[in-house]
């Protein structure tokens, strides 16, 4: 296991530890999981891109742009 420093705004710092609380997560395993949560979207669009490149372009594109439009929704 490794150990990361991040610099962060004051404001955005006191936000997770917010959040993590909120959670009832130290904030080291909020950062653990908000990590994995990036890493797992970032291998499906990956997966994805994969299948548009050897298949059928338009369909994959088209769920890309779905779950696209998932991750603005769930933001908002």
């Not at 993590?20 to 499906?44: H, P």
């Amino acid at each position: 296991m490794s150990t990361l420093t991040i610099r962060l705004p004051d404001n955005t710092s006191e936000r997770l530890k917010l959040l993590a609380r909120s959670r009832g997560l130290s904030m080291n395993k909020l950062v653990e999981e908000l990590s994995a949560q990036a890493l797992a979207a970032w291998d499906t669009e990956n997966h994805f891109r994969v299948l548009a490149a050897t298949g059928d372009t338009i369909q994959a594109l088209a769920i890309l742009n779905r779950l696209d439009d998932e991750d603005r929704n769930a933001s908002d």
